[in-house]
């Protein structure tokens, strides 16, 4: 017979385990699914079969690679090597594909046809998905797509050639009418790489480029749940109270989407340390609109001796919690937590007509080098970790992406060491071929950025967003961009272009693109900045490229 000592233990066991597992349940009620190894990928030359065969469970993709995602088509070949090592030698020209000139902007070209990567590669994809999901509203959540796909869920397409185009789109479907919960789910992707007057992902002398063009899933794909609303891009808006800093308003801002076909009522509530808010939510059948928590009409949001975000050289770059749910009849729908930072950033023209950056009240010299994604957009955390390191061991402040708009691990990063990002558009291709812009490349640009706007703006280490490169944009565009940055409440100075040339809009950027784009000496900071010769602004062709982040304030 078994003594009581050998029952309690395991009653003991069981209690805890039924704890952790309600406790755990109260803290991530909706748990993001990352679909990421044991993707199958194909040429579509190589595929006889559609999407509504490939994206069901019987079929078997026999001969297929199998690979991780995020990755590019050529980035995944290169890891099975199929390919060698790119960085070594002259081995990226032997490539199948790579025909264009040595030094030629191959993002203004065409692929040859007889590339391999002229045609569609498929991308597939088996999950599995807990049964607790039935009753749940299903997202399938694709972080960037390179450049034009059709997507498939179960035998059935959600997406197709007209809806998923654009690379720094981001996109997130309801697959709940179609996904099997508590079975066996499959998803395929027909990728297209992009064209040569597509607003795509280039590196123009920054890096050479891929016969691919870095077509493929390059970015992360999710599978999350929620209620009937979901809650997106929370952000905090700060205004500090400069130079005093002694206190600070901040506004709270998320996004909610209603999936019913039937009006909710809810409750949008938030906690920011031991502050608490919360107001009442009335959404349309599939409303989607953005909720904001305002410091006029919510008192607690004025906070007395904030811990203010600084960058690293200035002060601690000091992050404060955030949650965020909707809750409908006392049941939640669904939360979010992240962080954000107290501070605000402004600019301003001075006398001379240069911009002049402050940051909660103090002026600062933006002190920067430009970074580039790797060729093939592999991203490695641990490498982003030792180059944010030696920013700062060079005493540096900022880095600059020209159109190569990182992770969110990137910005958290940030966000964390207290380094700068300047972020914004590139040059030299499609998206300062304004003249040639079709009515859906207006469309593209804009559903671009204001994915890029709400992804960014809760990140304090975003110093500006440059809306043009080597060139301002057009009025109308920037019209548009500004419009964009505007309902997206983008809490930071907006510049034209990375160069002295007027907007036709706006007027003066403030900053230039004259370089210099090697070492100097220190005592060239000391010359006469009105007759330097390398102050003289280049001509309308732009200057060709280099680290163009010294501003002289």
Request: aromatic content about 12%.
């Amino acid at each position: 017979m078994k003594t009581p000592g050998f029952v309690f233990p395991s009653l003991l066991l069981a209690v805890h385990l039924l704890y952790a597992a309600t406790l755990f349940a109260a803290t991530e009620p909706f748990p993001v699914l990352p679909l990421a190894d044991g993707w199958a990928l194909q040429s579509s030359g190589k595929v006889a079969e559609t999407g509504d065969v490939i994206s069901t469970p019987s079929y078997a993709p026999k001969g297929w690679y199998t690979v991780t995602v995020p990755t590019t088509v050529v980035g995944a070949l290169v890891k099975q090597k199929v390919y060698p090592d790119p960085a070594f030698g002259m081995n990226l020209r032997q490539f199948p594909g790579m025909t264009y000139p040595v030094g030629a902007n191959f993002s203004n070209l065409p692929m040859q046809q007889d590339s391999p990567f002229a045609v569609a590669w498929w991308y597939r994809k088996t999950f599995t998905l807990p049964a607790g999901d039935r009753g749940k509203t299903i997202w399938l959540d694709f972080n960037g797509i390179n450049y034009r796909a059709n997507i498939w869920v179960n035998g059935k397409q959600i997406a197709n050639l007209q809806q998923v185009v654009g690379a720094w789109r981001t996109y997130e479907f309801d697959i709940t009418a179609v996904a099997r919960p508590g079975a066996e789910n499959v998803v395929a992707v027909e990728v297209w790489a992009p064209e040569k007057d597509d607003l795509a992902i280039t590196f123009v002398d920054w890096n050479p480029a891929p016969p691919d063009k870095n077509m493929g899933l390059w970015r992360e794909v999710n599978v999350r749940t929620s209620g009937p609303v979901a809650l997106r891009y929370p952000a905090v808006l700060s205004q500090v109270n400069s130079p005093a800093n002694d206190s600070a308003q901040i506004t709270v801002t998320a996004q909610v989407k209603n999936t019913a076909n039937h009006a909710v009522k809810g409750k949008l509530k938030g906690t920011i340390e031991k502050t608490q808010f919360e107001q009442e939510v009335e959404l349309s059948p599939n409303e989607v609109k953005d909720v904001t928590f305002a410091p006029d009409k919510f008192s607690q949001l004025t906070f007395a001796q904030p811990r203010l975000w600084w960058p690293a050289q200035m002060g601690t770059p000091d992050l404060y919690p955030l949650h965020l749910e909707f809750d409908i009849e006392g049941q939640m729908s669904d939360a979010s937590d992240s962080h954000f930072g107290i501070r605000e950033i402004t600019s301003q023209l001075n006398d001379s007509g240069n911009r002049v950056f402050s940051i909660n009240g103090k002026r600062i010299l933006i002190r920067g080098g430009g970074y580039s994604s790797d060729m093939m957009l592999r991203y490695d955390p641990n490498n982003i970790d030792d180059q944010f390191k030696y920013v700062q061991d060079m005493g540096l402040n900022t880095v600059r992406l020209e159109g190569k708009l990182e992770p969110d691990d990137f910005f958290e990063k940030a966000d964390r060491r207290g380094v700068l990002v300047m972020a914004g558009w590139c040059c030299c291709d499609h998206w300062e071929h304004w003249s040639k812009w079709s009515d859906a490349d207006y469309q593209i640009a804009k559903e671009s950025l204001v994915s890029q706007m709400f992804r960014l703006r809760s990140h304090p280490s975003l110093v500006m967003w440059l809306n043009g490169s080597d060139n301002p944009p057009p009025p109308d565009v920037e019209r548009m961009y500004l419009d964009v940055e505007k309902q997206a409440l983008w809490p930071n100075p907006i510049v034209s272009s990375a160069t002295a040339k007027p907007a036709g809009f706006s007027g003066s950027s403030g900053v230039k693109m004259t370089g210099p784009y090697e070492y100097v000496a220190p005592s060239y900071w000391l010359t006469d900045s009105l007759n330097h010769p390398s102050l003289t602004e280049c001509n309308e062709g732009g200057c060709g490229g280099g680290a163009r982040v010294q501003y002289r304030n």
